[in-house]
C-alpha cells in the first residue's frame, strides 16, 4: 500500500506542473548555508547556518529565526521518489524553517509547522505537485521526529570548524515565533539589520550546566 501510494505521488509529479512564482523571501536574508563535509543525518548530506535567518510567515506576520549553527538536512526524499524531487531544490529555505519548527516542537503546533511549510513552498515557486507530495509526505510520516529530544540536541554545529556540537547552545525554546511584524519589512536591508539584531541568537538563554 505505501509502494503503491508513493508511485501515485510521483506520477503526479510527473504529470502536474505550475508556473513557478517569484520567491517573496529570501533576496536580501539569503540562506546562508555551509555544506558540512563529515557528518550526515540519516545519509543525508547537510548544511549548517552561518548566521541567523529570518523568516516571516504572511498570513499571521509571524517572525521566525532560525539561528547560526543550526543543522539542516533540507527536505527528507523518500527513496522512491528521489529520481523526481531534489532534497536540496526550491523547497530548501521552506525545509530549513519546517526543520527548526520540529526541532523546537512547540506543544500542539505540529499542523501549523506543515502548513507554513506549504505556504513556504509557494512563496519559493515549488510546483502545486511537488509541494503537496513533500507537504503530505511530512503529515503522513513526520510526526515522530516533531518535538524529539534528539531533533534539538543534535542539530548545532560550529559554522567555524563545521563540526557538529555535542549539546545544543541555546536552551529549547517554547516558541519558534520571536515577534509578529509586517512581513514587507524582510524586503528592507534597514529593517532587516535592526530585527536581526534585536532577535539575534547570541542574546537567547543559554542551557543550564548540570551540576558537577
Known sequence: MAIRRLAVLAA???SFSASPAAPQQGQITGLPILVMRDHLIEGRRVGI?????????????????????????????????????????????????????YAVGETDKREVADSIFLFAMMEQGVG????????????????????????WNKRFGNPDSGRRLASAPYARRK???????????????????????????????????PNP
Open 12 to 14: 503526479l509529479v510527473l
Open 49 to 101: 547556518l552561518a548566521r541567523d535567518w529570518l523568516y516571516c510567515y504572511p498570513p499571521t506576520g509571524e517572525l521566525i529565526v532560525v539561528p547560526r549553527g543550526y543543522i539542516t538536512d533540507f527536505a527528507s526524499i523518500p527513496a522512491a521518489l528521489e529520481p523526481v524531487l531534489d532534497s536540496f531544490g526550491r523547497q530548501s529555505e521552506a525545509a530549513v524553517v519546517h526543520d527548526w519548527l
Open 128 to 151: 502545486l505537485a511537488a509541494r503537496r507530495t513533500m507537504y503530505q509526505g511530512v503529515v503522513l510520516g513526520g510526526g515522530s521526529a516533531y518535538g524529539r529530544a534528539d531533533e
Open 175 to 209: 516558541t519558534a515565533v520571536v515577534a509578529e511584524i509586517d512581513c514587507k519589512d524582510l524586503d528592507d536591508p534597514a529593517k532587516v539589520q535592526t530585527l536581526a539584531a534585536l532577535h539575534s541568537s547570541a542574546n537567547w538563554p543559554r542551557p543550564i550546566a
